[in-house]
Nanobody, 116 residues
Framework: QVQLMESGGGLVQAGSSLNLSCAASGGTFKSYVMAWFRQAPGKEREFLASISWSGGNTYFGDSVEGRFAISRDTVNNTVSLQMSNLRPEDTGIYYC?????????WGQGAQVTVSS
């Protein structure tokens, strides 16, 4: 069973940087697409960034392009989200997602709070 575990959330000030990590286990991920989503209070879950496990192709949501980066470590089975120039509107629960092409898996989420 695929399991995803996020880490690295916390409370930061606006303008700061923060890195999130997602440890993936229980599967063979070479055909997967890994992604990060965010859910702010009272809002729907929002796509932030994705990366293909095999080729490293990346895509970003409009709200984070140019500020966030995504990377994967195929040796340690981790996916990272590097966030810079954080804004109060980046506050929310950040979820790691793994998509196999047939089904998706979610982590439990990590809280990120950006104070103004």
């Amino acid at each position: 069973q695929v399991q995803l575990m996020e880490s690295g959330g916390g409370l930061v000030q606006a303008g700061s940087s923060l890195n999130l990590s997602c440890a993936a286990s229980g599967g063979t991920f070479k055909s997967y697409v890994m992604a990060w989503f965010r859910q702010a209070p009272g809002k729907e879950r929002e796509f932030l960034a994705s990366i293909s496990w095999s080729g490293g192709n990346t895509y970003f949501g409009d709200s984070v392009e140019g500020r966030f980066a995504i990377s994967r470590d195929t040796v340690n089975n981790t996916v990272s989200l590097q966030m810079s120039n954080l804004r109060p509107e980046d506050t929310g629960i950040y979820y790691c997602n793994a998509w196999s092409g047939a089904r998706g898996y979610w982590g439990q989420g990590a809280q990120v709070t950006v104070s103004s």
